[in-house]
């Protein structure tokens, strides 16, 4: 497994290329402002390499992305008006635990799954949050 750290498209561009002529090849996509605003410029070179790619959320998935497992952001937001709530009635920020997500999402797009030739279980179909047909 290989880290790439990119920055602009002609550096997205080369990674997703070389990514593509590796055996077996797929891509993880994580979270930075380059990636963000190449958004769609990555879901589409994974789907011209035919390359699976999965993402840490899901809207990269209903924007034609395969797979996204991260957390549920929602659920997040609602905990952290607790947080909210609880500094405002004089906790101190520094007192309180730092909490990991407690809620995960799993997001499936069978169209572009059947574009790739790769068969999505029951099983998985199953444990999906949401499946994108």
């Not at 990269?60 to 009635?89: E, F």
Request: glycine letters at 8%.
């Amino acid at each position: 497994m290989s880290a790439i750290n990119v920055h602009d498209a002609s550096e997205i561009e080369a990674a997703i290329a070389a990514f593509a002529r590796a055996a077996n090849g797929g891509l993880i996509v994580t979270t930075s402002a380059a990636v963000l605003a190449h958004r769609d410029l990555i879901i589409g070179l994974a789907a011209r390499h035919r390359l699976p790619a999965t993402y840490y959320a899901g809207f990269w998935v209903t924007g034609g992305g395969l797979a996204s497992y991260g957390p549920d952001y929602v659920n997040q937001y609602r905990r952290a008006a607790g947080y909210v709530d609880r500094i405002l009635k004089g906790n101190k920020p520094a007192d309180l635990p730092v909490e990991a997500p407690t809620k995960y999402e799993l997001c499936i797009n069978l169209r572009t799954a059947k574009a790739l030739g790769l068969p999505v279980t029951p099983a998985l179909l199953a444990r999906a949050t949401e499946v994108i047909e």
